[in-house]
């Protein structure tokens, strides 16, 4: 069975750095598109960051730009996102994607608290 599977949620203080992963279960995801969305409670899901397939072009939302970097692995199946200068409003369950034309998966979410 396909999937991913996140990893380095936790809670974290103002202004603190953390690395989230993600990593596909098969080599086929390296045809993907991956990204990041992340869903606060009460909120909708949004998107975060994404980077291609070639790990050449990548996109981020307006409220992290400056603060968080989307990386892929030279096997191109995983993917980070390091995120500096964390806020409260950082707060959600943060969820990895990966997309290839009308094929969507999702992986289970991992909680990450930004609190003082």
């Known amino acids: 069975q396909v999937h991913l599977v996140e990893s380095g949620g936790g809670t974290v203080q103002p202004g603190d750095s953390l690395t989230l992963s993600c990593t596909a279960s098969e080599r086929t995801f390296s045809s993907y598109a991956m990204g990041w969305f992340r869903q606060a409670p009460g909120k909708e899901r949004e998107t975060v960051a994404a980077i291609d397939w070639r790990a050449k072009s990548t996109y981020y939302a307006d409220a992290v730009k400056g603060r968080f970097t989307i990386s892929r692995d030279t096997a191109k199946i995983a993917i980070f996102l390091q995120m500096n200068s964390l806020k409260s409003e950082d707060t959600a369950v943060y969820y990895c994607?990966?997309?290839?034309?009308?094929?969507?998966?999702w992986g289970q979410g991992t909680q990450f608290t930004v609190s003082s």
């Open positions: 994607n990966a997309v290839k034309w009308t094929v969507n998966f």
